[in-house]
């Protein structure tokens, strides 16, 4: 018996999904991030599917609905999408200028190239700092003393974002070699 119930729910369940849509668990809502889920509505002629944002729904929501976007008709969307798809597909070049367009993009945003960036900018800092204090130095604005005391703490500074950087690039080459390899 409860084999037999199983089965029945999963006959006539809400939320049964027997018929995939093309879309569906992909799309998400341009006004307000949430993502679009699958409904549908009966009408004389027939059943109509729609992607509907979760945002519109007032009860989902302490203070009712947060987007007012209206729903989007599936067949008609996923009909776009298709005939979209369909032509990238037949022009690989797209495809392959988007992949390198993607790439570079990561390569920008690795985060041990803007880490890199910034211990440069720091060293060079640092640099400037050290050459400050010799022209004040000379022109007799700093003390000896003030010197030494100073002097070798910008030094270690130094010393370690150069220790950091030689780090990062020995990361990076191990990086390339194993991209090569892979």
């Known amino acids: 018996m409860a084999q037999e119930q199983l089965e029945q729910n999963k006959q006539h369940s809400p939320r049964r999904t027997i018929e995939p849509s093309l879309l569906q668990g992909m799309l ?3 006004r307000c991030g949430y993502a679009l889920y699958r409904c549908s509505t009966q009408t004389s002629a027939r059943k109509l599917h729609y992607y509907r944002c979760i945002g519109s729904d007032a009860y989902r929501h302490l203070k009712g609905a947060v987007c007012d976007n209206r729903p989007v008709r599936q067949d008609q969307l996923d009909a776009v999408v298709w005939t ?3 032509r990238l597909l037949q022009e690989p070049a797209i495809i392959q200028d988007e992949l390198n367009r993607r790439l570079e993009a990561a390569r920008n945003a690795d985060p041990l190239k803007q880490r890199e ?8 800092r640092l640099a400037k700092s050290m050459d400050r204090l010799l022209v004040a130095y000379q022109e007799s604005l700093v003390s ?8 070798p703490e910008l030094r270690q500074q130094d010393e370690a974002i150069q220790a950091e950087l030689q780090s990062l690039a020995m990361a990076a080459a191990d990086q390339t070699k194993y991209l090569q390899i892979s």
């Open 84 to 86: 979209e798809l369909k």
């Open 144 to 151: 000896l003393e003030q010197l030494r005391c100073r002097m």
């Open 117 to 124: 960036e910034q211990l440069r900018r720091d060293h060079v």
């Open 28 to 30: 998400v809502c341009e």
